[in-house]
């Protein structure tokens, strides 16, 4: 199988690369490299590119025929969507619209989709399933949502079918050590405290403990980068033996609060981590858990590693190789 993975070369692009080669499959990677890392690219061929370079990604399709095309090149800081809207306008829906039009020019029919969670907004159930309300609060999930509603135009126009993959919170790493996160700047909870174990930063901030929780922190669902992956991979079987456009949520199904995130890695590092109390953040839900049962029952999929411990073990191994403790 031929595989274009856009973004391959991120955190999860680079997961999903690394199960491709695999698994046999003939993988190009094309990445700006703006925060991906070309020494993560495992397998295949790495060709540096962007979404928005319209020439580039036509030459990328005259000279490659592909099976299925796989999207990971997205923006995803929630803040930094706030502050400025038309980057993530232009990356995650203009540019995701290049890329369509030049797949329906080349009768390239199979598109996989990174989207979110965020596309659902504040919860007005938990656990979150696929058919519960879409009123994203923030620009980056509004242009998600955004793409989601282009493919549905595109499928019915163009015959281009597509899974949307909504993802809750991405962790861990690959249980190899060969792969992880290294954002810059990081923003997601487990690498930042494991931060702290290793010296990297000082402390970690907790913002707030009046949630309506256990024990008061906010809850989410984390999953682990390399059950998305395989995910991703049933979810490409899942389009060539249907053929039909379909949307998963994928989560762990069950949630996480981020002091028994903070207290595990306390435990698997056996490093002292100092925590600091802030105020809660605007639109940061109580609780937000995905119901995956969907993905389960239609794709066959079954998170390998659900067991928060699992994924903290697989991140600190690859913050130590990073960071030298």
Not at 236 to 261: A, D, P
């Amino acid at each position: 199988m031929k595989v274009l993975v856009v973004g391959g070369a991120g955190y999860i692009g680079s997961h999903m690369v690394k199960l491709l080669g695999q698994q046999g499959c003939d993988v190009t990677v094309f990445d700006n490299l703006s925060f991906g890392h070309a020494d993560a690219v495992l397998f295949g061929d790495l060709i540096v590119g962007d979404l928005a370079d319209t020439e580039a990604l036509e030459q990328l399709f005259e000279t490659r025929i592909f099976d299925v095309v796989m999207h990971f090149a997205s923006s995803i800081l929630v803040g930094e969507s706030v502050a400025d809207p038309a980057k993530y306008y232009r990356n995650n829906f203009a540019n995701t619209q290049n890329l369509l039009d030049v797949m329906v020019k080349h009768d390239v029919k199979h598109f996989i989709f990174s989207s979110t969670a965020a596309i659902f907004g504040e919860p007005q159930y938990t656990p979150i399933d696929e058919q519960h309300p879409k009123q994203p609060i923030n620009p980056y999930g509004r242009s998600k949502w955004m793409v989601e509603q282009m493919l549905e135009d595109y499928d019915r126009a163009y015959g281009l079918k597509s899974i949307c993959l909504r993802y809750f919170n991405a962790c861990g790493a690959d249980p190899d050590g060969e792969l992880g996160e290294r954002h810059d700047p990081e923003t997601h909870l487990i690498p930042l405290v494991l931060q702290v174990a290793t010296g990297q930063r000082r402390d970690i901030t907790v913002f707030g403990q009046d949630y309506d929780t256990q024990d008061g922190t906010c809850i989410r669902d984390y999953i682990h980068v390399s059950d998305l992956s395989m995910a991703h991979w049933l979810a490409i079987q899942e389009l060539f033996r249907y053929n039909q456009s379909k949307r998963f949520n994928l989560g762990n199904g069950q949630g996480f609060s981020v002091q028994q995130v903070i207290d595990i890695c306390k435990d698997v590092t056996q490093k002292n981590i100092p925590v600091i109390y802030g105020a809660r953040r605007e639109g940061d839900p109580d609780v937000l858990v995905a119901d995956a049962r969907l993905a389960q029952n239609e794709l066959g999929w079954q998170p390998k590693y659900p067991a928060l411990q699992s994924i903290i073990e697989h991140a600190w191994q690859w913050e130590k190789k990073v960071h030298g403790k």
